[in-house]
């Protein structure tokens, strides 16, 4: 079975910071990791994936992870925040294979200007 | 990319009638659709998984007879929410999947905010 684990329901960081947003799951098999932002009303939006391959994993918006098999997390992380990040984000984790995926409780970031 | 379309986006109905959602996969072939429940502030709930041609399976708790699925090709599935009473208000959001592909991924509609009033 999955799990996911988002460290922080709330973060808030000023414009032009890191933003650090923790995920870590547990898996009883090689996971397949997501991470996606949601803006209010509206669907997800994939901001990046890892499957197979590099650890290091870049995504659209400036954002990037890193799968960390022996910590078994998958952080988010981008440079700069800009006012547009604001929302929730929500981390993922699938078995591979046609399985759906189990999502964390969610990360709301908020960009201070 | 892989895009699948939802709708209606927002719906307000009677409490005691039944509200029909769609989703298409608009550019592959959804050969299963995840369908999810999103109470506000909160995360994705799993409530089903249909596989085209197939009876779906249902969450333990979700109620089979007032969530109808229906996956009857590979580019629709169709949730049905039977008898809606106001505590079935929520967000409802697909999810469209083809494994066998090369860009293996989930592909989310835009969801649908329900209201019964």
């Known amino acids: 079975a999955q799990s996911v684990t988002q460290l922080g329901s709330h973060v808030s960081v000023s414009e032009g910071a890191l933003v650090l947003l923790r995920c870590n799951y547990s898996?009883?098999?090689?996971?397949?990791l997501f991470w996606y932002v949601q803006y209010p009303n509206q669907g997800l939006q994939l901001l990046l994936k890892?499957?197979?391959?590099?650890?290091l994993v870049k995504g659209i918006n400036g954002f990037e992870a890193e799968f960390k098999k022996s910590e078994t997390s998958f952080h988010l992380t981008k440079p700069s925040a800009h006012m547009s990040d604001a929302a929730e984000y929500f981390c993922a984790v699938s078995a591979r294979g046609n399985t759906p995926l189990v999502f964390g409780k969610g990360t709301r970031l908020s960009v201070i200007a | 990319g892989a895009v699948v379309s939802q709708h209606p986006s927002r719906v307000i109905c009677k409490s005691g009638t039944s509200v029909k959602i769609e989703c298409r996969s608009l550019?592959?072939?959804?050969?299963?659709m995840f369908w999810y429940r999103q109470f506000p502030k909160q995360s994705l709930m799993l409530m089903a998984t249909s596989n085209e041609g197939s009876k779906a399976t249902y969450e333990q708790g979700v109620e089979k007879d007032k969530f109808l699925i229906n996956h009857a090709s590979l580019t629709l599935s169709t949730l049905t929410v039977t008898s809606a009473h106001p505590e079935d208000s929520s967000f409802y959001i697909c999810?469209?999947?083809?494994?066998?592909?090369?860009?293996?991924?989930?592909?989310f509609g835009s969801g649908t905010r329900l209201t019964v009033v």
């Open positions: 550019d592959f072939q959804a050969t299963t």
């Open positions: 890892y499957t197979t391959g590099a650890t």
């Open positions: 898996s009883s098999v090689p996971p397949y």
């Open positions: 999810s469209g999947n083809n494994p066998g592909t090369e860009n293996y991924g989930y592909t």
